[in-house]
């Protein structure tokens, strides 16, 4: 699956499902946590997605609020653990 297809897999789920604003288009460095989007807790919902739709699992340790700020570097997570799992 290419990069620009996560990506847009990623964001359409946030989107749809779990952003406060869901008429917001979210780009890959949309600021998500930070920005009040989505809340921490909302990243175990992201966390079973990625486990679910591309079959990586990405260990609890790495799934901080801070490196899952943006799609971009929740993408990044997936390509870091995707050989692992």
């Not at 920005?35 to 901080?64: H, K, Q, R």
């Not at 971009?72 to 995707?82: G, V």
């Amino acid at each position: 699956m290419s990069e620009d297809n996560r990506l847009a897999r990623l964001a359409a789920f946030i989107q749809q499902n779990l952003s406060k604003d869901p008429r917001r288009t979210l780009e890959p460095d949309t600021a998500l946590i930070s920005s009040g989007l989505i809340d921490s807790l909302s990243l175990i919902s992201v966390l079973a997605f990625i486990e679910d739709e591309f079959a990586v699992v990405i260990p609890d340790e790495a799934a901080t609020a801070s490196a899952m700020n943006t799609i971009r570097q929740i993408d990044e997570l997936i390509s870091a653990y995707a050989s692992t799992s």
